[in-house]
């Protein structure tokens, strides 16, 4: 299964021969039930924000209004892409402190971290963000 020995809940969903029906009820079913921690840490990312090319201002207002969305959808794990600043005018990126910043400031977030490389890596962040299914 992928070289996973233990495969997540969702992908073996996924992976399994039900109907689209009565993987729609264990889904529901499933929603309703706690995570852990690391169970989150461990879901795929369920959305994403790409920052790359705006400015400073513009990146703000959309780092608060994803975030906001992202918590009032029900989301638990999603990854804010702000880039390195290899083609910044500079070469330095401008965009790292300003997703910090916004996400020092939050109180929606659990916690966050760098991603894999295939997610990001240092040019992302992967956050949780705080949901009273996570025990």
Do not use: C
């Not at 330095?92 to 996400?103: A, S």
Request: charged fraction near 30%; aromatic fraction near 6%; hydrophobic fraction near 35%.
């Amino acid at each position: 299964m992928n070289g996973k020995e233990n495969p997540s809940w969702y992908e073996w969903v996924e992976k399994s021969p039900l109907t689209k029906e009565e993987k729609l009820r264990l889904s529901e079913k499933e929603t309703k039930e706690y995570l852990t921690i690391n169970q989150a840490r461990s879901m795929k990312i369920q959305d994403e924000l790409d920052l790359h090319g705006l400015t400073k201002e513009t990146a703000k207002k959309r780092i608060i209004n994803f975030l906001k969305a992202s918590k009032k959808a029900g989301l638990i794990k999603i990854n804010i892409i702000f880039g390195k600043g290899i083609h910044s005018l500079n070469g330095n990126g401008i965009l790292e402190e300003v997703v910090m910043q916004e996400i020092h400031n939050s109180s929606i977030i659990r916690e966050f971290y760098t991603p894999k490389a295939k997610d990001g890596g240092s040019g992302a962040l992967t956050v949780i963000l705080k949901n009273s299914k996570i025990h």
